[in-house]
């Protein structure tokens, strides 16, 4: 991973400080580009003084050093290595070096005046400083001070290394914390519609049965077990926000492991983490997310089971509901019961938003367009429509719009969840407000979920 402003500042004041204090000519700082086991190290300049004292390329990359920098590292050495193309620096020091009448002398010189320390930490290389001067030679407490510094820019190295792959650990997190939050909303949001159709079922058997039958106490349990689901959902919504707010690195957990993760493992962790990402559909009654394949399903037995509960809860409610659905429709490519989620999440938000004494129609529509034919449920209402800057974000996990205002629940992930799911199903959602409908003259809505026919 490339090394942070950070670091690149820090060795910029080293290589300062052997310029300025000691008096070197030439200093260098390497760092390795990859730490993959069993593949070739590279070594790429991050810091030079003079800048243009090393000019790296691909056939410069000094990930072999040459012969004169070889057992010139201190008390640490480097494996042997050949290189047939050489560094610049090597070049200079060996310019240096044939200003001597003394070729043995001056080789010996030079060997004097040049260091190469490797920036180790846990046995792993991670780079070179490299310095020299062409006057005079190091003594034994300027070759100490050169060796500090070089400890101080491995030390840097490793943690700036470390403190990077942290960062994207964390991030990786966060995402991953976000999608469980997700899916958690979505499944909650799931439960409702079915429990709110279980409470008006409830409330019509209470209704229907008198104070003296004897079944009467049955129909108030359902009424009174479905309150307490109602809250406990209430309960995790709280705690999925309070999960969030909380969700906060840690400084003790991460300096903990700056100093405990090695540089090979923070490279092999972050390898490990890229996934593919596939198309997904959310199944209400697993609670994951997996890839479905699309079948051949009736429209008509999944809107049975959606208008079932619809026509109890419109009664309950006092509002007019009129299905026109024919028998001989065609089987659509779906998933039923992702379908089954797509209508009763569009169906649910009709009674919801229609007064008492409103309307509801729903009608099945057909259309060829070039890529196939398509068939669509239209649910329609004369509820107070959507304004037309609502619109274009209708379809955005957690907005509600103008609805946010009112005392209506929700939370704005009923439809963002259906789109997803028609997507995935190859199909798509139009809205248009008003409503498109001939009992309907003016304001209201009209969803239409489109969906292609099943072709063999």
Same mark, same amino acid.
């Given at each position: 991973?490339?090394?942070?402003?950070?670091?690149? *500042?820090?060795?910029?004041?080293?290589? +300062?400080?052997?310029?300025?204090?000691?008096?070197?000519?030439?200093? =260098?700082?390497?760092?390795?580009?990859?730490?993959?086991?069993?593949?070739? *190290?590279?070594?790429?300049?991050?810091?030079?003084?003079?800048? /243009?004292?090393?000019?790296?390329?691909?056939?410069?990359?000094?990930?072999l050093l040459p012969n004169e920098l070889q057992g010139m590292s201190g008390k640490r050495r480097l494996p042997?290595? =050949?290189?047939?193309d050489e560094a610049i620096l090597g070049e200079w020091a060996r310019d240096e070096g044939k200003s001597s009448?003394?070729?043995?002398? +001056?080789?010996?010189? $030079?060997?004097?005046?040049?260091?190469?320390?490797? $920036?180790?930490?846990?046995?792993?290389?991670?780079?070179?400083?490299?310095?020299?001067?062409?006057?005079?030679? %190091?003594?034994?407490?300027?070759?100490?001070?050169?060796?500090?510094?070089?400890?101080?820019?491995?030390?840097?190295?490793?943690?700036?290394?470390?403190?990077? %792959?942290?960062?994207?650990?964390?991030?990786?997190?966060?995402?991953?914390?976000?999608?469980?939050? !997700?899916?958690?909303?979505?499944?909650?949001?799931?439960?409702?519609?079915?429990?709110?159709?279980?409470? *008006?079922?409830?409330?019509?058997?209470?209704?229907?049965?008198?104070?003296?039958?004897?079944?009467?106490?049955?129909?108030?349990?359902?009424?009174?077990?479905?309150?307490?689901?109602? +809250?406990?959902?209430?309960?995790?919504?709280?705690?999925? !926000?309070?999960?969030?707010?909380?969700?906060?690195?840690?400084?003790?957990?991460?300096?903990?492991?700056? $100093?405990?993760?090695?540089?090979?493992?923070?490279?092999? @962790?972050?390898?490990?983490?890229?996934?593919?990402?596939?198309?997904?559909?959310?199944?209400?009654?697993?609670?994951?997310?997996?890839?479905?394949?699309?079948?051949?399903?009736?429209?008509?037995?999944?809107?049975?089971?959606?208008? /079932?509960?619809?026509?109890?809860?419109?009664?309950?409610?006092?509002?007019?509901?009129?299905? +026109?659905?024919? !028998?001989?429709?065609?089987?659509?490519?779906?998933?039923?019961?992702?379908?089954? @989620?797509?209508?009763?999440?569009?169906?649910?938000?009709?009674?919801?938003? *229609?007064?008492?004494?409103?309307?509801?129609?729903?009608?099945?529509?057909?259309?060829?367009?070039?890529?196939?034919?398509?068939?669509?449920?239209?649910?329609? #209402?004369?509820?107070?429509?959507?304004?037309?800057? #609502?619109?274009?974000?209708?379809?955005?996990?957690?907005?509600?719009?103008?609805?946010?205002?009112?005392?209506?629940?929700?939370?704005?992930?009923?439809?963002?969840?259906?789109?997803?799911?028609?997507?995935?199903?190859?199909?798509?959602?139009?809205?248009?407000?008003?409503?498109?409908?001939? @009992?309907?003259? @003016?304001?209201?809505?009209?969803?239409?979920? %489109?969906?292609?026919?099943?072709?063999?």
């Amino acid at each position: 991973m490339p090394a942070s402003s950070e670091f690149v *500042t820090l060795c910029q004041a080293q290589v +300062d400080l052997l310029t300025q204090s000691l008096g070197a000519a030439l200093s =260098v700082v390497y760092v390795t580009e990859e730490l993959v086991e069993e593949k070739e *190290t590279k070594l790429i300049p991050i810091v030079a003084y003079p800048e /243009a004292g090393v000019i790296y390329s691909e056939k410069r990359s000094l990930s072999l050093l040459p012969n004169e920098l070889q057992g010139m590292s201190g008390k640490r050495r480097l494996p042997s290595a =050949v290189d047939d193309d050489e560094a610049i620096l090597g070049e200079w020091a060996r310019d240096e070096g044939k200003s001597s009448p003394n070729q043995g002398k +001056d080789n010996f010189l $030079l060997q004097q005046r040049q260091i190469v320390f490797p $920036l180790i930490h846990d046995e792993v290389v991670m780079g070179l400083l490299v310095t020299s001067r062409g006057d005079r030679a %190091w003594n034994e407490a300027e070759r100490s001070q050169i060796e500090e510094i070089a400890e101080t820019i491995a030390i840097a190295c490793i943690l700036d290394q470390r403190s990077q %792959w942290l960062e994207q650990r964390f991030a990786e997190q966060q995402r991953l914390q976000a999608q469980q939050n !997700d899916l958690l909303h979505n499944l909650l949001h799931q439960l409702r519609n079915p429990l709110t159709a279980l409470r *008006t079922f409830g409330k019509l058997l209470v209704k229907r049965l008198g104070l003296d039958d004897k079944n009467g106490e049955f129909a108030n349990s359902i009424l009174r077990e479905s309150d307490r689901i109602q +809250d406990l959902l209430q309960q995790f919504d709280r705690v999925i !926000d309070l999960t969030d707010n909380l969700y906060q690195p840690s400084e003790e957990g991460i300096l903990g492991d700056l $100093l405990t993760i090695s540089p090979v493992d923070s490279q092999v @962790e972050i390898e490990k983490e890229k996934r593919v990402k596939q198309p997904l559909l959310l199944l209400p009654e697993s609670g994951l997310m997996s890839v479905v394949s699309l079948s051949a399903c009736s429209l008509v037995e999944v809107l049975d089971s959606v208008l /079932a509960a619809a026509f109890a809860i419109a009664q309950e409610r006092n509002l007019t509901f009129k299905a +026109d659905i024919p !028998d001989n429709l065609p089987t659509i490519k779906c998933h039923t019961k992702a379908l089954t @989620e797509v209508l009763s999440n569009i169906v649910d938000n009709a009674l919801k938003y *229609t007064p008492s004494g409103g309307k509801i129609f729903v009608e099945i529509k057909r259309k060829d367009p070039p890529d196939g034919k398509f068939l669509g449920v239209a649910v329609s #209402d004369n509820g107070p429509g959507i304004p037309q800057q #609502d619109l274009e974000h209708l379809f955005t996990r957690g907005f509600r719009g103008v609805q946010a205002k009112t005392e209506i629940p929700g939370t704005g992930l009923g439809l963002a969840i259906a789109q997803e799911l028609v997507q995935q199903m190859q199909g798509k959602i139009e809205v248009f407000s008003p409503a498109k409908h001939p @009992e309907i003259k @003016e304001c209201g809505t009209t969803f239409i979920v %489109w969906l292609q026919e099943f072709s063999k």
